[in-house]
């Protein structure tokens, strides 16, 4: 009998071939292989801190066990992890969401699929400021959406402007998405900048805002905006947050939305045919989490900060980068096109991703392309990883890119 094994994969669905693979996730998975193989791998692909999960919201899960919170919960989560995620609204964002505005799913990724699902008609525009965060266009390209990039370059700060904003508008625009502060550029939108981005969504009518604020906490700039809460948005936006950064969770998966009642509602019928709802255990620590004072985490921002300041200070060292101060998240996203067409006598950098496989190759160290992010003359760097591993990894960086003349 043949082997199973043997047999030639069959066909994969046209939606399926619309997308492609998180290159964030093929990159860690790449390292992960080499490392197996006995290589001494650097890898600053993958964005999770590299922390543990407090106790107290470890506690919280060992406790939710031990009551047998086991069994199926609420398509939209439990009404008390809903009452606590609306406090945290009310408290940290000045945003007034009753539990039934609110929907808990499988991370944050399942909260922004829901709103795009529930919200896209093939052949819908959905704008994005570019650099963007993957999932974005690839979860647009999966409802037939057409995803348009509004592009902000280094010099900028990688933010937009008003203008270009309403240059990318048309009849057609059903949503826009963009995360504060952002993955891949630290950027952070302050108040008053979101504040000219209203006044424009505001004069087209059915047009919506995912806001993701997934690294709200992570944040240097002092500042928090949610654009829900400026005047007229409440009912044009989706705020997207969950427990995955700021409380170094991301294997919990839970993430979260507050949004009108027609849009949670349309959320929680989606995901009801998708997962029934979001894991029991991993809802009450998010509970914990959300219910705590944000200086819990204080700490932890605070290594974040010395982390960036580091390596801002390293990656200046490097001839030819351009680079912004990240002022959230934990990313750097310098431009590298300084070394297009840079050769070291075997190989000619043509792009970003010729150079990540450049510098996996010659120095073991792994970074992920911008062109997955929107901008192709970049790379991403995460710097969650300790101060020695970030030192060992600019140094390979900088000599991988020394080697190219
Ligand atoms: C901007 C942004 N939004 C959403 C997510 C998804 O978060 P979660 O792990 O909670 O699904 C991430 C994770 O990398 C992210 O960077």
Redesign the pocket.
């Known amino acids: 009998m043949e082997s199973t094994t043997s047999k030639k994969p069959g066909q994969v669905s046209d939606l399926l071939n619309k997308i492609n693979e998180s290159a964030t996730l093929a990159m860690a998975r790449l390292s992960r292989e080499m490392a197996q193989q006995g290589m001494d791998i650097v890898s600053l692909s993958l964005?999770e801190p590299d922390f543990d999960t407090p106790d107290f919201i470890k506690q919280a899960a060992i406790e939710a066990l031990q009551n047998n919170i086991t069994h199926y919960p609420p398509v939209n989560g439990f009404l008390d992890v809903r009452k606590a995620i609306a406090e945290k609204f009310k408290r940290d964002n000045g945003l007034t969401y009753s539990p039934e505005e609110i929907v808990v799913s499988t991370?944050?990724?399942?909260a922004?699929a829901n709103a795009i699902y529930a919200l896209v008609n093939p052949g819908d525009e959905v704008v994005m400021p570019s650099p963007f965060?993957v999932s974005y266009a690839e979860l647009v390209k999966l409802v037939g959406g057409i995803p348009v990039l509004i592009n902000a370059k280094v010099e900028n700060d990688f933010k937009v402007t008003p203008t270009q904003l309403r240059d990318a508008i048309n009849e057609r625009t059903k949503l826009i998405i963009y995360?504060s502060p952002c993955?891949p550029t630290g950027s952070v939108y302050s108040r008053e900048e979101l504040e000219a981005f209203a006044s424009i969504i505001l004069e087209k009518p059915d047009l919506y805002v995912i806001s993701?604020e997934?690294?709200e906490l992570i944040n240097f700039s002092g500042r928090t905006a949610s654009i829900a809460a400026i005047e007229g948005m409440f009912d044009r936006t989706i705020t997207v947050n969950?427990v995955?950064k700021a409380f170094a969770m991301?294997g919990w998966?839970i993430?979260y939305i507050g949004a009108p009642k027609w849009i949670a509602d349309a959320c929680s019928k989606m995901q009801g045919q998708i997962t029934s709802g979001a894991n029991t255990i991993a809802q009450m620590a998010a509970k914990a989490a959300v219910s705590a004072d944000p200086s819990v985490v204080s700490e932890m921002i605070e290594v974040f900060r010395s982390r960036r300041d580091l390596v801002h200070q390293l990656l200046q060292e490097i001839p030819g980068l351009k680079i912004n101060l990240p002022e959230g998240a934990f990313y750097f996203f310098p431009d590298v096109s300084y070394y297009f067409g840079k050769t070291d006598g075997e190989t000619t950098i043509q792009n970003a991703t010729d150079l990540c496989q450049f510098m996996l190759r010659k120095e073991l160290v792994a970074v992920v392309t911008g062109d997955a992010f929107g901008d192709e003359n970049c790379l991403r760097i995460s710097y969650a990883a300790s101060e020695d591993i970030l030192r060992d990894a600019m140094r390979r960086i900088k000599s991988a890119l020394a080697q190219l003349h």
């Open positions: 964005g991370g944050a990724k399942q922004i965060w995360s993955n993701d997934i690294y969950g995955s991301t998966r993430g």
